[in-house]
């Protein structure tokens, strides 16, 4: 097993030493954080009230502590850059957990299913920091982080704790949309590219898109794409939240029949 660029990163890599989209290695990540998506649904579900409170702020000081490692190591090694702030939208969606699970805000955990979820999977479906190697600090740390991500928002969904309600994404959206605005001005002031406005993530459908409608054509794009997602997320919860309500009232109609 090869250490020896264990602590590059995506400036000093060599070429060449990072890892294929959809590669047995990547394979292999996506299934091991499958397994523990899984695992951590199943036993956040057979936990109790108190036990699931202290789980999910464990669970969330850990996620901090994964970012706070990756900081503290660039800044030891003298490489610290602005872009490797945690700005992008997993960055986000980091200090939403942190908030939701000692605050239990509806609109953190609003956000979490709306937006984090669906950025924390793409961002490992199409992972940008692929060109490092297999056994390198920032390649470990953001496949775990990414993946404890999803792991946070679907216990809390698989446990019955979080039930999507589009009533909340006008507020979801609203503070998204300032903190893209912040963070339009900040990237053009600092050269920085986070919620990828300047321009697309390498290997992503943003690529595509950018082609399609141009820059900044691709980032209007976006928010209607955004749009269709929500659309897809939470059309089959209201459909189910109506079926469910009508089967309640049938059978109370039933129980109680009015003549």
């Known amino acids: ?42 036993a956040y579900r057979s936990m109790n009230g108190s036990s699931r409170t202290q789980f999910k702020k464990g669970f969330a000081i850990f996620i901090i502590s994964m970012e706070i ?3 503290v190591t660039y800044l030891i090694m003298g490489r610290y850059r602005l872009e490797y702030l945690p ?56 496949f775990l982080v990414h993946g404890c ?53 390498p290997g992503s459908p943003l690529v595509f898109f950018e082609e399609l409608f141009g820059n900044p054509g691709y980032v209007f794009f976006t928010i209607v794409l955004v749009g269709i997602v929500w659309l897809i997320e939470y059309l089959p919860w209201v459909i189910f939240g109506r079926n469910r309500k009508h089967i309640k009232y049938t059978y109370k109609d039933v129980k109680n029949p009015k003549y």
């Open 1 to 42: 097993m090869d250490f020896s660029t264990f602590f590059y990163d995506l400036y000093n890599v060599p070429q060449g030493s990072g890892i294929d989209y959809y590669s047995t290695p990547h394979l292999i990540w996506l299934g091991v954080l499958l397994l523990i998506i899984i695992g951590v649904s199943l």
């Open 69 to 71: 490692f990756r900081q």
């Open 87 to 142: 700005f992008h939208l997993c960055g986000f969606t980091e200090f939403t957990i942190l908030i939701y699970a000692f605050t239990k805000n509806k609109i953190a955990k609003e956000s979490l299913y709306a937006l984090g979820i669906v950025g924390a999977l793409m961002a490992l479906v199409f992972a940008d920091w692929l060109i490092l190697p297999l056994l390198n600090f920032q390649s470990i740390q953001s």
């Open 149 to 201: 991500l999803i792991a946070f928002i679907v216990m809390l969904v698989f446990a019955g704790e979080l039930k999507p309600n589009y009533k909340n994404l006008p507020m979801v959206f609203i503070i998204h949309l300032v903190l893209c605005f912040g963070l339009y001005y900040f990237n053009k002031a600092f050269d920085t590219n986070f919620f990828f406005m300047n321009y697309p993530s």
